[in-house]
C-alpha cells in the first residue's frame, strides 16, 4: 500500500517506490510513502487563498461549533483506528492517549470558543487612555494571519501531536499544512481521510504530507506560522533556515527535554507521596515505551532513600510485560522502530560511560506473542548516577525510550540545582506532602520547566499525572525544551493572530471594536433599551435617566435593609481622620438606586440579570447629592442554544455611568442582562 498525500483538495500519492513504513510489532512493511513530485509552494498558495479565506469568514463561535462537529464525528469512529495505532507499537492504553487524547483536546478548543467573541476578530486587553480630555485613545485587537500554519510533527504522537495543533490554528482561523513523522504516518493519514470524508472542515482548511517535507520551509513566509515538535538538534536546524529568519516567520518549537521527578524529602517510604512517586516513574517511563517529549529522564531523590527508590521502582519495573499490544497482559509494546531502538541503545551506552545499570538488560529480556529479534522492542532500563554535578551526560544525554537515571541529592536547593541543570524542560514534578517544601521548589524551579506538577495524596485522585500537557495550560518550555508554548487555552489561539494597536476617537473605536469605550458617542432613542430585543440593540444606544436627590432618610433605610452598618454610614462621630466629610452614601445603595432608575419595569426581552463587572465607587456621595445615570449598551455577547427548545437569547453588556450634580462620575460599572432574540429559529 502507497500512502497518499491530501493537497490542493484531492489524494495523490507521490512518485517513485517511497520510503517502507514498518509493523513495530512484527517488522512486516505495511506502506510506503513517497512526496516526490509535489509542489510545496502551491499546496501553501491553495491553503492561503482557499482554506485561509473560508476560516477567516468564520467567526470565533463558527469556528467552535465546527471543530465541535468534528470532535463528535471523530470520537464515533474512534475504536477503527485502535488496530492501526497498535502497529505503531502502542497498546491499548497508549492508544487511548493518542486518540482519545487528541480528540479531547478538539473538544476543549471548541469549548474555549464561548472566551471568544461572536466576530471574526477579538479585542485584547483594555482601552488605553492617551489624551489629557479624553478625546484620543488606543486599545488592542487582534486578527487571523492570512498565510497558513506548517506542523511538522513527531513520531511518537500520530493522532495527538496533529489534533492539538490544528484544534488551536483552526479556532484561530487560519489553515494547516500537517506533515507527520513519515515512520508513523499511515496513523495519521487514516485518521485525515476520515476528516476530510466528513466534510465539516472547509476545502483548504487541512492538507497533509506523508513523507518527506523537505525544501517546504523554502516557500513559507511572514504571514505563516512554523511549529516542530521533535528533537532539539533538528529543531534548531529548522529554525535557523535562511528563509525563517529573513522573513521572521513565528517558529513555534517544543522539543524533547530531559525532565524530572523529585521525591521530597518527607516523602519517606510508607507514606501515599512515597508509593505515588514511583508509580509516577514507572508510569512515565512505560507508557509509550517512555517515547514522550515529557517523559521523567532523571529520578531526583534525597541520597538517603536512593536504595529505597532503587528497590521500589525496581520490583515495579518486574510487573511489566513487554510484547504485542494486541496480546492479553502486555502492558509495554515496541518502540515506534528499529531505528530508534538503535538509537536509545547508542545513548544508554554513553551514559554508561560513567553511570551504573541497576535494572534491565538491553539484550537478555523477555517478550510475549511476538518475536523480540523482528520486532522494535526494548527493556526498561533504570541507572544510577552517583555524582551528578561532575558526571554530567545525564543532564545532556536523552535515551528517547523507556530509560530513566536516578540522582541523589543532600537538600532541596542542590534538588533545584540539579532540575535546573537539565538547561530548560517541558516539565517536571515533585511528590510532597509538605505545601512549604512545595512553594520552595515551585519558586526554585519554574525558570527552567515549562510546567510543574506537585503530587500528593490528595491531588493523586484527580491528577492527570507527570506527562500529560492539558489543552487550557501551555505546553512548552526554555531553554532545550525549545522556548516555545503550545495549546495553552487561549493563549495559543494568539499565536495565530496579529496583534495590532489602534488609535482614534472613542467614537471612533468603539465604531472598530463593535464595543463601546468610555467617552464614545451615545445615542438617545425613543424606546428604552429594556423593551428591545438582542438584535434590535446598537453599541452605543443610551439612556439617560432622572435624577434622585440622596438623604440621610435613603442610607439609614439601607443600613436597615442590607445589615450595613459600618461606621461611615452610620455614625457621624466616629469620621474624623478619614476621608469622609460626613456620612457617605453606601456604594451599593448608589448602584441599587442606579438600577431603579434604568431599570423599565414592565415584562419584555430582558429574561434576568446575568451579573456585574468592573464595578467602582469613584466618589463618595453625600446627603444631599443629586446622581442620575447613563445606561449604555456596550458589548452584545451571543449565545447558543444547548438544546432546540432553549429561548435564543444573548447576554448585554450595559455601562452603567453614574454621576452626580456636577457631572462627575460618582459609580460606574459593566452590568450583564440575558435578553432574548427576536428570532427564536
Not at 538509537?343 to 518475536?371: K, S
Request: charged letters at 20%.
Amino acid at each position: 500500500m502507497k500512502l497518499q498525500n491530501y493537497i490542493l483538495g484531492k489524494w495523490t500519492t507521490g512518485e517513485g517506490d517511497g520510503k517502507e513504513l514498518y509493523n513495530a510489532v512484527n517488522g512486516e512493511v505495511i506502506a510506503t510513502a513517497s512526496t516526490k513530485g509535489l509542489d510545496f509552494g502551491e499546496m501553501l498558495d491553495y491553503g492561503r487563498k482557499v482554506g485561509g479565506p473560508a476560516l477567516r469568514k468564520m467567526t470565533f463561535h463558527e469556528r467552535g461549533r465546527m471543530i465541535k462537529a468534528l470532535a463528535l464525528h471523530l470520537y464515533g469512529i474512534r475504536k477503527k483506528f485502535y488496530p492501526i495505532s497498535y502497529q505503531t507499537g502502542a497498546t491499548k492504553g497508549d492508544s487511548w492517549i493518542d486518540i482519545d487524547g487528541g480528540i479531547g483536546t478538539l473538544f476543549a478548543y471548541a469549548s474555549l470558543r464561548k472566551n471568544f467573541p461572536n466576530e471574526t476578530y477579538y479585542v485584547d486587553g483594555e482601552a488605553a487612555g492617551l489624551s489629557k480630555e479624553g478625546s484620543f485613545i488606543g486599545h488592542h485587537i487582534m486578527v487571523p494571519k492570512p498565510g497558513i500554519a506548517v506542523h511538522i510533527n513527531a513520531f511518537n504522537f500520530p493522532v495527538w501531536g496533529m489534533l492539538e495543533k490544528v484544534a488551536v490554528n483552526l479556532l484561530a482561523g487560519v489553515p494547516a499544512i500537517v506533515k507527520p513523522a513519515t515512520i508513523t504516518s499511515f496513523l495519521t493519514e487514516a485518521f485525515v481521510k476520515d476528516i476530510i470524508e466528513s466534510g465539516i472542515l472547509p476545502d483548504g482548511a487541512l492538507q497533509l504530507i506523508c513523507g518527506s517535507a523537505n525544501g517546504i520551509l523554502d516557500y513559507v513566509g511572514s504571514q505563516d506560522v512554523v511549529t516542530f515538535t521533535g528533537s532539539a538538534s533538528t529543531g534548531k536546524m529548522l529554525k535557523s533556515h535562511p528563509n525563517i529568519l529573513e522573513n521572521a516567520v513565528p517558529f513555534n518549537m517544543e522539543a524533547d527535554s530531559l525532565n524530572c521527578s523529585v521525591l521530597g524529602e518527607d516523602a519517606v517510604p510508607g507514606t501515599p507521596e512515597f508509593d505515588l512517586f514511583v508509580k509516577e516513574v514507572r508510569k512515565e517511563m512505560t507508557v509509550k515505551c517512555g517515547q514522550k517529549c515529557t517523559a521523567i529522564r532523571r529520578i531526583i531523590v534525597p541520597e538517603n532513600l536512593v536504595e529505597d527508590v532503587q528497590i521500589s521502582l525496581g520490583q515495579q519495573l518486574a510487573k511489566t510485560t513487554i510484547g504485542d499490544p494486541t496480546v492479553e497482559g502486555v502492558r509495554m509494546g515496541a518502540l515506534a522502530g528499529k531505528v530508534q531502538v538503535e538509537e536509545v541503545r547508542e545513548r544508554v551506552a554513553q551514559l554508561a560511560n560513567t553511570a551504573e545499570i541497576v535494572y534491565g538488560d538491553l539484550e537478555n529480556f523477555e517478550v510475549m506473542g511476538a518475536d523480540k529479534n523482528k520486532g522494535a522492542f526494548l527493556s526498561p532500563i533504570l541507572m544510577l548516577q552517583n555524582d551528578p554535578f561532575k558526571n554530567q551526560d545525564v543532564h545532556n544525554v536523552e535515551a528517547f525510550g523507556p530509560v530513566s537515571t536516578i540522582i541523589p541529592y543532600k537538600n532541596l536547593d542542590e534538588a533545584i540545582e540539579l532540575a535546573n541543570m537539565g538547561k530548560g524542560s517541558l516539565c517536571c514534578s515533585i511528590a510532597t506532602a509538605d505545601d512549604k517544601i512545595a512553594r520552595d521548589y515551585v519558586l526554585g524551579a519554574a525558570s527552567h520547566h515549562g510546567r510543574i506538577l506537585v503530587l500528593n495524596e490528595e491531588s493523586a485522585k484527580e491528577s492527570t499525572g507527570h506527562g500529560s500537557p492539558m489543552p487550557l495550560l501551555v505546553h512548552g518550555g526554555p531553554g532545550r525544551a525549545g522556548g516555545g508554548e503550545e495549546m495553552g487555552g487561549m493563549r495559543g489561539v494568539k499565536h495565530y493572530l496579529q496583534r495590532c494597536a489602534i488609535q482614534g476617537t472613542p467614537t471612533t473605536i468603539t465604531a472598530i471594536t463593535n464595543v463601546y469605550q468610555n467617552g464614545g458617542k451615545q445615542t438617545e432613542k425613543p424606546v428604552h433599551v429594556f423593551r428591545k430585543h438582542f438584535e434590535e440593540l446598537e453599541i452605543g444606544e443610551t439612556v439617560v435617566t432622572a435624577k434622585h436627590t440622596v438623604t440621610e432618610a435613603d442610607i439609614a433605610n439601607f443600613a436597615n435593609v442590607s445589615g450595613d452598618n459600618f461606621y461611615a454610614h452610620v455614625d457621624a462621630t466616629s469620621l474624623d481622620g478619614t476621608i469622609f466629610e460626613q456620612r457617605v452614601a453606601h456604594g451599593y445603595f448608589v448602584l441599587s438606586k442606579a438600577a431603579g432608575l434604568f431599570v423599565d419595569p414592565k415584562k419584555g426581552p430582558v429574561l434576568l440579570n446575568y451579573g456585574i463587572e468592573e464595578c467602582r465607587f469613584t466618589k463618595p456621595v453625600y446627603p444631599g447629592m443629586t446622581i442620575g445615570v447613563k445606561l449604555t449598551v456596550k458589548q452584545k455577547v451571543d449565545q447558543e442554544k444547548r438544546e432546540e427548545e432553549d429561548i435564543a437569547k444573548g447576554i448585554v453588556k450595559f455601562l452603567v455611568d453614574v454621576y452626580d450634580e456636577t457631572g462627575e462620575t460618582v459609580a460606574i460599572a459593566t452590568i450583564l442582562t440575558m435578553v432574548k432574540k427576536l428570532n427564536q429559529d
